[in-house]
C-alpha cells in the first residue's frame, strides 16, 4: 500500500512538472515561503509560555523536519490536481505488463481448466481435454464455458490490480464483482458473433482496465479532495511530533528554572 501510494505521488508530482510547468514554479514558491514561516513557528511559539527558552541544535532539527513536511505537503497538495492522468498512467502500464505475462497466462489458463473440470459442464472424457499435440486445451461443448472461463480471467486480472496497486485499488473502491460484471456483457457480445472461439485473455485484461478507468474518470471530481484530505491528516500526524518534542523541552526549561 505504501509503496503503491508513494509512487502515484510521485507521478502526480511529475506531471505537475511536465504539463504545468508554471504552475509548478508558483507552488515551488508558495511551498518555500510556507515552509520558512513552518521553521519560524516551530521556533518560536514556545515563548508563548517560555520566553527565556531558547531552541538548541536538536531542537532547530525538529524545526527542519516541520519545514520539510511543510514543503512537501503543499507542494503535493498542488500537484494532486494530476491524479486522473496519473491514474491513467497506471493502468496502461498495467495492462501492457499483465499482457505480456506468460506466468500469469499460464496460471490463470490452469485455474479456469480446473474450474470448468469441477463444474462437471463438460464431459470429464480426457481426449477432449488435450488437443492434438496433447498439450492442455479447455472444451467448449457447454456454450456456458465461455463465461466460467472469461470470469476466471475477469477476477484474475481484477486481483492481479489489486495485489499491484493496493492503494489506487482502495481509493477508486475497484470491486471483483462488478470486474466480472463487465467482462460478462462483453462475452455476450462476442459470442454473438459467428464464429468466435475461446474468449481472448487479452479482452478480459482490456475490459477491466477500463472498468478501472471508469471508476477513476467516475470518481475524479471525489478522488482529489479525498487524497487531500489524507494528505493533510498525514501532514498534522508528521507536525504533530517536532512541536510536540519542543513545546515539551520548553516546558521541561521552565520546570528547571523553578
Not at 507542494?75 to 494530476?82: T, V
Request: aromatic share 12%; hydrophobic share 50%.
Amino acid at each position: 500500500m505504501l509503496i503503491d501510494l508513494l509512487a502515484v505521488t510521485t507521478s502526480c508530482i511529475l506531471l505537475f512538472l511536465v504539463e504545468t510547468t508554471g504552475k509548478f514554479v508558483v507552488a515551488c514558491a508558495v511551498a518555500v515561503f510556507l515552509a520558512g514561516g513552518c521553521w519560524w513557528l516551530a521556533s518560536n511559539y514556545t515563548k508563548l509560555w517560555n520566553l527565556l527558552f531558547h531552541a538548541n541544535p536538536v531542537h532547530h532539527l525538529f524545526c527542519g523536519i516541520a519545514a520539510l513536511a511543510t514543503l512537501a505537503t503543499v507542494l503535493l497538495f498542488f500537484a494532486l490536481s494530476q491524479a486522473k492522468t496519473a491514474g491513467e498512467k497506471f493502468v496502461n502500464l498495467w495492462v501492457v505488463t499483465l499482457q505480456a505475462n506468460q506466468a500469469w497466462k499460464t496460471a490463470t489458463f490452469q485455474d479456469a481448466r480446473k474450474t470448468v473440470w469441477q463444474l462437471g459442464q463438460e464431459s470429464h472424457d480426457p481426449a477432449i481435454w488435450y488437443d492434438r499435440n496433447g498439450s492442455p486445451i479447455v472444451p467448449l461443448d457447454n456454450p456456458r464455458t465461455k463465461f466460467v472461463v472469461a470470469k476466471v480471467y475477469a477476477n484474475s486480472a481484477a486481483r492481479n490490480f489489486q495485489r499491484l496497486h493496493p492503494f489506487l485499488s482502495w481509493i477508486l473502491s475497484v470491486r471483483v464483482g462488478a470486474a466480472e460484471e463487465a467482462v460478462s456483457r462483453d462475452v455476450q457480445q462476442y459470442l454473438s458473433v459467428p464464429g468466435n472461439g475461446i474468449y481472448p485473455d487479452t479482452r478480459a485484461i482490456g475490459i477491466v482496465a477500463e472498468y478501472v478507468k471508469q471508476e477513476l474518470d467516475q470518481q475524479t471530481p471525489k478522488l482529489v479532495p479525498r487524497l487531500r484530505l489524507i494528505l493533510l491528516l498525514l501532514f498534522l500526524a508528521v507536525q504533530s511530533v517536532p512541536f510536540t518534542m519542543i513545546g515539551w523541552a520548553a516546558y521541561e526549561d521552565i520546570q528547571v528554572r523553578t
